[in-house]
């Protein structure tokens, strides 16, 4: 979770696209700080991962995965 968060926070997507394509631009870099994450479910993979995110600074908000 957190590493997939990492990748899209970094536009890893866009930088291989551009390496692709033989282009080196530079990104602007965003902090972590204060950004939100939202997980569904917080089962022990879900309390787990909610706990890297916060050590990384980030805040987390969790949506319960069933009704009841």
């Known amino acids: 979770m957190l590493a997939w968060t990492l990748c899209l926070q970094r536009d890893m997507p866009r930088h291989a696209a551009q390496q692709m394509q033989r282009l080196w631009k530079a990104q602007d870099y965003v902090r972590l700080a ?3 994450v939202g997980l569904r479910g917080l089962g022990a993979l879900g309390e787990g991962a909610a706990q890297r ?6 805040n ?3 949506l319960r995965a069933s009704a009841s």
Request: with cysteine.
């Open 34 to 36: 204060r950004k939100t």
């Open 53 to 58: 995110l916060l050590q990384v600074g980030l």
């Open 60 to 62: 987390v908000c969790t």
